[in-house]
Nanobody, 127 residues
């Protein structure tokens, strides 16, 4: 059974930092591209960042480029999102998701390419 579990969310002041982690079990982690998404109340889900299985290829939404860094530790089956210079508009539930990409070091282009999703971790940035 595949499980995807996020952690590391919390309350932080604007300008602060948080590091989110996502641990996946029940799958061969280095066969999956991974992504971070977020959804604020009343807003649509937004793709924040994603990373290929090797970690070589990454993507960032314009809203987080230069502030967030995605990385992964395949030996630990863990995905990370380092979030710096946080803004109140970063407040949202953050989700981790896995997309099967075995043998191809690419990046998913659509949300429906992700097969497994976590339950989310809340990030709240106060002004």
């Amino acid at each position: 059974q595949v499980q995807v579990v996020e952690s590391g969310g919390g309350l932080v002041q604007a300008g602060g930092s948080l590091r989110l982690s996502c641990t996946a079990s029940g799958l061969i982690f280095d066969g999956y591209a991974m992504g971070w998404f977020r959804q604020a109340p009343g807003k649509e889900r937004e793709g924040v960042s994603c990373i290929s299985w090797s970690g070589v290829r990454t993507y960032y939404a314009d809203s987080v480029k230069g502030r967030f860094t995605i990385s992964r530790g395949n030996a630990k089956n863990t995905l990370y999102l380092q979030m710096n210079s946080l803004k109140p508009e970063d407040t949202a539930m953050y989700y981790c998701a896995a997309s099967y990409y075995n043998g191809y070091d690419g990046l998913p282009s659509r949300d429906d390419e992700y097969s497994y999703w976590g339950q989310g971790t809340q990030v709240t940035v106060s002004s």
